[in-house]
DNA sequence: GGTCTGGGTATCT
DNA sequence: AGATACCCAGACC
């Protein structure tokens, strides 16, 4: 079927404000020599330089300049510095069955059993829709255990990104059904609706380890960051920092499962599976909300 | 930069 | 089921 037509049309005439957000973070970082000002984005964008002020900082709740400073590598070392990790509390448990409350706001997960792991999805059905999101459109896909992935695309990505996802769980039957996705999306990005009462039910689909390097995430407070190899020490395997973060870029649900808190070792953004200028949006984001 | 790294995955047997 | 080769969003020198 053709996945174009089910995109919701954008908020904003010329596109969503993320659009926006994502090329003025694009400019910002990749012609950071210059140090191009507001004026010289807006004319770039073809906007008025009020304008462009106003919606990226709606969007991210702080100028482009307070923005770009949040997400500076001085920044981010101050937040590994000062962040006395609350993952240390008690150990992980290893069980791969039965729900368990782990994320501070709103997530309680049930991870799949190696055996079903091994079906690589098969006789799960998995219902998927696109929905716009303050990061661009997102892709979320849900199963009757609780939401599965959530994944984003850049426009005209779309179907780059619906594969991506389908990979992981090759055996799965895929239905595209945006009314049942369209719930799970309002919540993820409404932090308004995020409660411990009502917590949004997530299913980790993936191998023992995966799993427990996506728990130790979920254990990331809002606004926070952790590193690579910390996750590393607090599953028990301190020299598996590298396959940790191979692990983390696998996380199939991005953004609730936060990936973009996980660090280098010296606070650098290093990677991220839907690009680096997201992950700055999404910490900038939070920075703009913490 | 180079080099070592641990675990995941694909592709054999 | 085991062996092997290759991949990676790291870490260390």
């Known amino acids: 079927m053709n996945v174009a037509t089910s995109i919701p049309t954008d908020i904003t005439p010329d596109g969503t404000d993320y659009d926006t957000v994502r090329r003025v973070i694009e400019m910002l970082t990749e012609d950071y020599r210059e140090q191009p000002s507001l004026e010289r984005l807006a004319g770039r964008l ?9 919606v990226f ?3 991210a709740g702080l100028s482009p300049k307070a923005f770009l400073q949040a997400v500076t590598l001085d920044r981010a070392k101050r937040l590994l510095r000062e962040e006395d990790m609350p993952l240390l509390e008690a150990s992980i448990e290893v069980g791969l069955s039965g729900p368990g409350r782990l994320h501070d706001l709103f997530v309680t997960h049930e991870a799949m059993s190696p055996g079903e792991w091994k079906a690589r999805g098969g006789g799960l059905t998995i219902r998927y829709g696109y929905h716009p999101s303050p990061f661009g459109t997102a892709l979320v896909m849900v199963t009757d255990r ?3 992935g959530l994944a984003f695309a850049d426009p005209g990505e779309e179907r780059a990104s619906f594969e991506d996802m389908a990979r992981r769980w ?18 993820i990005f409404d932090s308004d609706r995020w409660s411990a009462e009502e917590p949004l039910r997530i299913f980790l689909i993936g191998s023992d380890f995966q799993v427990r390097v ?3 995430l979920l254990k990331v407070p809002f606004g926070k960051a952790t590193t ?12 598996a920092s590298r396959a940790v973060g191979a692990a983390v870029g696998r996380n199939p ?9 996980a660090l280098g070792k010296g606070g650098e953004l290093t990677g991220y599976h839907w690009g680096l200028t997201r992950k700055r949006a999404i910490l900038g984001w939070e920075a703009g909300r913490a």
């Open 46 to 54: 073809g906007q008025s330089p009020t304008q462009l002020q106003k």
């Open 57 to 59: 900082t709606r969007w």
């Open 146 to 148: 609780g939401l599965a």
């Open 170 to 187: 090759p055996n799965a039957a895929y239905i595209e059904d945006s009314a049942a996705t369209t719930r799970y999306a309002a919540r």
């Open 214 to 216: 996506w728990q130790a």
């Open 228 to 239: 690579y190899s910390r996750i590393a020490d607090e599953i028990g395997q301190p020299s």
């Open 253 to 261: 649900i991005s953004f609730v499962v936060p990936c973009h808190r």
